[in-house]
Structures are given as structure tokens and as C-alpha cells.
């Protein structure tokens, strides 16, 4: 009678198993479907910064006027994701003729980061040649970064209604 107990209770166990494994991968792969809806979502509105299409702070610092538009990119030393997102904003600003980047640390220019009313990084900021706040937010990742810039220059041309 014991032995039978004991097969009873091993088969149990491994069906308990297969099922919390079956769980396991139809959560993974809900997460996926969440994260494909939310990857391009653009930069996130932190309640900080300058107002959109608010003249932006700082104008006598940086010049507005060399380009299109200005990605003021405020960064941090200690923070990690500021680290991986450096290179490629470079590249990005490199890829798009009317964009400048500016790179603002709070290690050396926090009055900058008080006019702007930044308090976490990596925030980016929009400026146009008219010296008006397009876009601002927390962004993560490059894709974020892209989205928010294809919205910007797709009201500047008048496709905003393209974007889907």
C-alpha cells in the first residue's frame, strides 16, 4: 500500500509540475504581447520640465537657431541608462541634418537643469528654431527617443495625421 501512495504522490508532483510550467510560459508570453503594445510609446511626461510650446529657459546658453531642432539631453555620471543612450543619441543627431544635440550633466550645469525643471535622467527636451519647447520626457531607450522625434518633425511638416 505504501509504494502505491508513493507512486500516487510522485505523479502528482510532476503533473503540479507541468502545469506551473505551462502557467510559466503563457505569462512570458503575455509580458511579450504587453511589451510589443507599449515599445513605441515615446518618452515618458514625468510632471517635470519646461511646458510644450513654452519658449524654452537657457535661450542666451544655447543657440536654437544653428538648426531645426535642439535635443537637449540632460544626463547624470551615476546613471547607467544615460551611459548606454550617449552613443546613440551622437549617431542619431549625426543621422538627422535638422537636429543638434546638446548634452547637459548634472555634474557641471545644474542652474541648466533648474531653468528646465529637470529632476531625473535621462530627460530629453525639443527645442525649434523659434525657441519653443516641441517635446519633452523621460526616455529609455533609442526607440523612445525616435518616436518622440518622428511626432516633432511630422507636426512640422503637417503629417501629424500619418502617424499611426
Known amino acids: 500500500m505504501s509504494g502505491s501512495v508513493w507512486i500516487a504522490s510522485y505523479v502528482l508532483l510532476w503533473v503540479a509540475v507541468i502545469v506551473l510550467g505551462l502557467t510559466v510560459i503563457a505569462l512570458l508570453r503575455q509580458i511579450g504581447v504587453l ?5 513605441p510609446m515615446g518618452v515618458h511626461f514625468a510632471g ?4 510644450r510650446d513654452e519658449p524654452a529657459p537657457d535661450a542666451a546658453v544655447y543657440d536654437y537657431t544653428s538648426s531645426e531642432l535642439t535635443m537637449v539631453a540632460f544626463t547624470s555620471p551615476t546613471c547607467e541608462l544615460c551611459a548606454t543612450l550617449a552613443p546613440q543619441l551622437e549617431r542619431m543627431s549625426r543621422g538627422y541634418r535638422e537636429l543638434t544635440l546638446r548634452t547637459v550633466s548634472s555634474e557641471t550645469h545644474q542652474p541648466t537643469f533648474s531653468a528646465f525643471k529637470v529632476r531625473s535622467t535621462p530627460y530629453l527636451v525639443l527645442v525649434d528654431q523659434e525657441n519653443l519647447v516641441r517635446s519633452r520626457g523621460v526616455a ?3 526607440d523612445q527617443v525616435e518616436e518622440m522625434l518622428a511626432e516633432v518633425l511630422a507636426q512640422r511638416t503637417g503629417n501629424a495625421g500619418d502617424l499611426t
Open 35 to 39: 511589451h510589443t503594445r507599449i515599445a
Open 140 to 142: 529609455n531607450t533609442v
Open 48 to 51: 517635470e520640465g519646461p511646458d
